[in-house]
């Protein structure tokens, strides 16, 4: 394993109208539970279903209906608490947070607040080679999702869509570490990269499965260092949270006009209300929701249909035994035994199923050759066609095949990219295609030689010239592999024009 050292990044300052500003940021992920089934029925948690059609009678509480917790949803919070570095609670206990939702019927969410089920952990977020910020868990509880409400559909009344009440959330509380809006977009990323790796979370912002509130204060330079001294939050600005951010786009926008306003109203004189925000993408500016409340403000208390949840240590080490290799592992490897760069590594690794890709092309191979070859080609491609790794046309045997052929000598560079374009369009077996084509390198010495002796009697002023500037000796080698159709292997050839010169 490649040991890896760590800078913090600087950071982000904001030039107010008087003085400067530090920005700290602490994030609440709600991370839906990837479960066929909701937190606490069998209710299925099918995305785009009809209206109410994923709905179990617990889910629209209905009398007498008690909830029955769902044991895998548990696996699944204590394996993204093994993801995270994090402690797993061995006994912990679910609440009732109560106040109103429209699209909740009980009146009240089961969530976790006195004892969650995942303790304190940690998350590298990288921002550069080298450079990255050491983000602190504080907790990760389990809790079910809200509905959702529908305003558009009529000019006189609302309707309410129940499918995703009850659904199964991880909601992830950092600590304060986050110091700009870069790394709170990075961070998110990050802890949405390693649940997709875990298959604990799909992490798909735009159905709503991977969601986060920013809660965005400012301070003075130096009074930051003095709460982590001291762990006093009066060093700290007073912070406003911005509720529900489905975009790492919009994520970076809130926070950086959250604090200009922020640093605005105390330079005027002003005192910063807190409160929960809400952001507006089409007009690039936060606008006030509620106030903020507080934990009692929800009147929290023991739920009363569901006893403590107890697991057994040895049930989280058989899920910690299943554990995937993790993206900061996994990159570290392929630096390590394939000596690919920070950047290659990175982009290898960002999703799984790339990975998996690249592995597949690079065992038994040079993998520098692979990830050229994967990153540059296949990923250029993909991209340029709106394609996945899941949907590529060439498959990861398909692309080995190549790498073997030039390996072997039987294909160069160029025709290992000709032969891509044939099996991407048309698909098919490496060497076979390559044999029909006509494709194999020449590496007879004797055939190349002769070619090589042929175009050197037919230019003697050239051969002069490459005598006295032996770069123009380039000149030759561009005529032989011209006049073999590009079939002459480019070392041989220029080899023998070097010899024949006498260079």
């Given at each position: 394993?490649?040991?890896?050292?760590?800078t913090?990044?600087?950071?982000?300052?904001?030039?107010?109208?008087?003085?400067?500003?530090?920005?700290?940021?602490?994030?609440?992920?709600?991370?839906?539970?990837?479960?066929?089934a909701?937190?606490?029925s069998?209710?299925?948690?099918?995305f785009?279903?009809?209206?109410?059609?994923?709905?179990?009678?617990?889910?629209?509480?209905?009398?007498?209906?008690?909830?029955?917790?769902?044991?895998f949803?548990?696996?699944?919070a204590?394996?993204?608490?093994?993801g995270?570095k994090?402690?797993?609670?061995?006994?912990?206990?679910?609440?009732?947070?109560?106040?109103?939702?429209?699209?909740?019927?009980?009146?009240?969410?089961?969530?976790?607040?006195?004892?969650?089920?995942?303790?304190?952990?940690?998350v590298?977020v990288?921002?550069?080679?080298?450079?990255?910020?050491?983000?602190?868990?504080?907790?990760?509880?389990l809790?079910q999702?809200?509905?959702?409400?529908?305003?558009?559909m009529?000019?006189a009344?609302?309707?309410?869509?129940?499918?995703?009440?009850?659904v199964?959330?991880?909601?992830?509380?950092?600590?304060?570490?986050?110091?700009?809006?870069?790394?709170?977009?990075a961070?998110?990323?990050?802890?949405?990269?390693?649940?997709?790796?875990?298959?604990?979370?799909?992490?798909?912002?735009?159905?709503?499965?991977?969601?986060?509130?920013?809660?965005?204060?400012?301070?003075?330079?130096?009074?930051?260092?003095k709460?982590l001294?001291?762990?006093d939050?009066?060093?700290?600005?007073?912070?406003?949270?911005?509720?529900?951010?489905?975009?790492l786009?919009?994520i970076?926008?809130?926070?950086e006009?959250?604090?200009?306003?922020?640093?605005?109203?105390v330079?005027?004189g002003?005192?910063?209300?807190?409160?929960?925000?809400?952001y507006?993408?089409?007009k690039g500016?936060?606008r006030?929701?509620?106030?903020?409340?507080?934990?009692?403000d929800?009147?929290?208390?023991?739920?009363?249909?569901?006893?403590?949840?107890?697991?057994?240590?040895g049930?989280?080490?058989?899920?910690?035994?299943?554990?995937?290799?993790?993206?900061?592992?996994?990159?570290?490897?392929?630096?390590?035994?394939?000596?690919?760069t920070?950047?290659?590594?990175?982009v290898?690794?960002?999703?799984?199923?790339n990975?998996?890709?690249?592995e597949?092309?690079a065992?038994?191979?040079?993998?520098?050759?692979?990830?050229?070859?994967?990153i540059?080609?296949?990923?250029?491609?993909?991209?340029?066609e709106?394609?996945?790794?899941?949907?590529?046309?060439l498959s990861?045997?398909?692309?080995?095949?190549?790498?073997?052929?030039?390996?072997?000598?039987?294909?160069?560079?160029?025709?290992?990219?000709?032969?891509?374009?044939?099996l991407?369009?048309e698909g098919?077996?490496?060497?076979?295609?390559?044999?029909?084509?006509?494709m194999?390198?020449?590496?007879?010495?004797?055939?190349?030689?002769?070619m090589?002796?042929?175009i050197?009697?037919a230019?003697?002023?050239?051969v002069?010239?490459?005598?006295?500037?032996?770069?123009?000796?380039?000149?030759f080698?561009?005529?032989?592999?011209k006049?073999?159709?590009?079939?002459?292997?480019p070392a041989?050839?220029?080899e023998?024009?070097s010899?024949?010169?006498?260079l």
């Amino acid at each position: 394993m490649l040991d890896l050292t760590y800078t913090a990044p600087t950071p982000k300052v904001i030039s107010g109208a008087k003085e400067d500003w530090e920005l700290v940021i602490g994030l609440e992920v709600h991370a839906q539970v990837a479960s066929q089934a909701k937190l606490f029925s069998g209710a299925s948690t099918a995305f785009g279903a009809e209206p109410n059609a994923n709905v179990a009678f617990v889910d629209a509480a209905m009398p007498g209906m008690l909830p029955v917790i769902n044991e895998f949803c548990v696996a699944q919070a204590v394996r993204t608490g093994l993801g995270l570095k994090a402690g797993i609670n061995l006994r912990s206990a679910f609440d009732r947070k109560n106040y109103f939702y429209p699209d909740l019927p009980q009146g009240y969410q089961i969530s976790q607040l006195y004892h969650p089920i995942v303790g304190e952990g940690e998350v590298l977020v990288e921002m550069g080679p080298g450079v990255a910020r050491r983000v602190r868990i504080e907790r990760i509880h389990l809790e079910q999702d809200a509905g959702k409400s529908i305003h558009d559909m009529d000019p006189a009344m609302s309707f309410v869509d129940l499918n995703r009440t009850g659904v199964a959330l991880m909601e992830i509380v950092s600590r304060p570490d986050i110091r700009g809006p870069e790394e709170a977009a990075a961070y998110v990323a990050k802890i949405r990269q390693i649940m997709r790796y875990l298959g604990t979370c799909d992490g798909n912002m735009q159905n709503g499965n991977l969601r986060a509130d920013v809660n965005v204060s400012v301070c003075r330079p130096g009074q930051y260092e003095k709460w982590l001294a001291d762990g006093d939050f009066g060093h700290l600005g007073t912070r406003c949270e911005i509720k529900n951010m489905n975009s790492l786009r919009f994520i970076q926008a809130a926070i950086e006009y959250e604090a200009r306003r922020q640093i605005a109203i105390v330079e005027d004189g002003g005192t910063i209300v807190q409160e929960t925000r809400l952001y507006d993408p089409d007009k690039g500016e936060t606008r006030s929701m509620r106030s903020k409340e507080e934990a009692h403000d929800y009147r929290y208390f023991p739920c009363p249909d569901l006893l403590p949840l107890e697991i057994e240590q040895g049930w989280v080490d058989d899920i910690a035994a299943t554990m995937p290799e993790l993206p900061d592992a996994r990159k570290a490897r392929y630096m390590g035994d394939f000596g690919l760069t920070d950047y290659d590594a990175s982009v290898l690794t960002a999703e799984r199923e790339n990975a998996a890709f690249f592995e597949a092309v690079a065992e038994g191979r040079d993998g520098k050759q692979a990830a050229n070859w994967v990153i540059n080609e296949l990923f250029g491609r993909l991209n340029k066609e709106g394609l996945s790794i899941e949907t590529s046309p060439l498959s990861a045997a398909q692309l080995g095949g190549i790498l073997d052929l030039i390996a072997k000598g039987d294909i160069s560079g160029k025709m290992a990219k000709d032969l891509f374009e044939i099996l991407w369009t048309e698909g098919g077996d490496p060497a076979e295609v390559a044999a029909a084509r006509g494709m194999k390198q020449v590496t007879d010495t004797g055939a190349i030689e002769a070619m090589v002796d042929e175009i050197i009697a037919a230019n003697p002023a050239q051969v002069e010239k490459a005598k006295q500037n032996p770069k123009l000796a380039g000149w030759f080698t561009g005529q032989v592999l011209k006049a073999s159709g590009g079939k002459a292997n480019p070392a041989a050839v220029q080899e023998i024009v070097s010899a024949k010169l006498g260079l």
